[in-house]
């Protein structure tokens, strides 16, 4: 019988792996027999010769199909082998340089000798104030130089013919791409310079003869197409950013901020008036930044509704700069600073006495006279201050909460039984009273100490 049932066992573990294309499990063999591939022992003998496949497996000559690192047949797909794919001309070599063997062959590559005769016929056509022919000479040599020296050069003097073309939009343009290519060119300063002259232009253009952004320039080539006062505003930052350190980054942040100032923008106006003070600490313009961006502080306040940062920040900034001008102020401007400062305390005080009326109209009385409290303290001097005062006398005696409507009735009325339990709980109580529960407690403590404690009462 138990030879029976382990025929049995044999006879479905063999019928099992041939339904799922497993290789069937060799038995022992005793008289020399190979072993079968799939096997512990077939993959011990085999393992080293074992040649591994990426996205395969591994591969052993003589036999059929692939297995995988503990020698078993690999029947289930593997992870697919992902090849890259083959690119076109655009991938195997870089364009730029295909395009610049096309034009060395057909002679258009660069060539030192005809650039620097071509920047020289330049430089005699920008003499002679012929630009137009100059903008000529000086593309062609920045096309076919080879040197980088030389390839500036003719850029800068491009920038300048256009420049003294009174073509100041395309002028712009070729600076700035000087200072893209070549961020530390030895053209940078002269750069700079004309960036913020043009600027200058463009922002005086505008306060004298205003036009809407999206108005079309189609007459004047002085002027940007669309946006004059946008592309000056758009040079004043390009100097901030392409020249930091440079003499003229304050004073392009210092036009920025008065350009916004004047045209309303006080929230724009002060974060670069804030951007001088900390940026740029030895700049000339710090007084008027520190002025200015006071001015900006309480016009950006929009009244007690609204949040009032700006006032505080504004108190802050009125202190640094008698602190650090304190010296340098005439009596005109150390007036007009105490003047700033009394504004700065009577829209505070404002906000105070805002919040009381409120609260006062509410019937919540303890919060009023809170609220007036805090402007006679903090602002005793001003009429504020004085009307609070008035005004916490006159709430003297007067409930701290409001009463509610038919008190007497609502006492009458019979409370639920969670309000009812809540009701009950004993309130702590305060001032003298738990300092003579304090007293009580210590004295019974004594007489527990003596024996005399008296007795719990339930």
């Not at 591939?37 to 591969?59: I, L, M, N, Q, Y």
């Not at 702590?428 to 024996?451: F, H, Y």
Request: charged share 30%.
């Amino acid at each position: 019988m138990p030879r029976l049932t382990l025929a049995l066992v044999a006879a479905a573990t063999f019928a099992g792996c041939a339904s799922l294309g497993v290789p069937t499990p060799s038995t022992p063999s005793f008289a020399g027999e190979p072993a079968q591939p799939g096997t512990s022992s077939w993959w011990k003998k085999h393992k080293k010769k074992a040649e591994f496949v990426p996205g395969e497996g591994f591969r052993v000559a003589g036999f059929d199909g692939y297995f995988d690192q503990e020698g078993r047949p690999i029947h289930a797909k593997v992870a697919k082998k992902i090849k890259p794919k083959q690119g076109g001309l655009l991938a195997d070599v870089k364009f730029s340089s295909a395009v610049q063997g096309i034009k060395t062959q057909v002679g258009m590559g660069p060539d030192e000798q005809l650039a620097r005769a071509s920047y020289s016929e330049g430089e005699q056509c920008f003499r002679e104030e012929r630009y137009n022919d100059a903008i000529k000479k000086f593309k062609h040599t920045s096309a076919r130089s080879p040197s980088v020296q030389l390839k500036q050069d003719a850029m800068f003097q491009l920038a300048e013919s256009y420049f003294f073309a009174e073509n100041y939009p395309k002028a712009n343009d070729a600076y700035e791409a000087i200072v893209q290519e070549y961020p530390n060119s030895p053209h940078l300063d002269k750069v700079i310079r004309r960036q913020f002259d043009l600027a200058r232009y463009w922002e005086s253009h505008h306060n004298y003869d205003p036009h809407w952004a999206v108005t079309p320039n189609l007459l004047d080539k002085r002027r940007p197409l669309f946006d004059t006062l946008g592309r000056a505003i758009k040079n004043y930052e390009n100097i901030r950013l392409n020249d930091p350190t440079g003499p003229l980054a304050d004073d392009a942040v210092m036009a920025t901020a008065n350009s916004y100032f004047i045209r309303g923008r006080y929230v724009d106006a002060d974060y670069h008036y804030d951007l001088l003070r900390k940026e740029f600490p030895r700049s000339e313009h710090q007084y008027e930044a520190h002025l200015l961006g006071l001015e900006c502080k309480l016009r950006r306040y929009e009244g007690s509704d609204y949040d009032g940062t700006s006032l505080q920040e504004g108190k802050k900034l009125a202190k640094q700069l008698r602190r650090q001008f304190g010296v340098e102020l005439d009596a005109e401007q150390r007036q007009r600073i105490r003047e700033r400062e009394g504004r700065l305390e009577q829209l505070l005080a404002t906000r105070d006495i805002d919040q009381a009326v409120y609260h006062e109209g509410k019937k919540e009385y303890g919060s009023a006279k809170f609220y007036y409290s805090l402007v006679a303290k903090n602002y005793p001097q001003t009429e504020a201050g004085k009307h609070a005062v008035e005004r916490i006398a006159a709430l003297e005696g007067k409930p701290d909460v409001p009463v509610e409507p038919l008190h007497a009735i609502v006492k009458l009325l019979p409370q639920s039984a969670a309000r009812s339990s809540i009701a009950q709980i004993p309130l702590l109580e305060t001032g003298p009273s738990l300092e003579g529960n304090s007293r009580q407690q210590m004295a019974t403590r004594t007489d527990e100490g003596q024996g005399n404690a008296s007795p719990i009462r339930r």
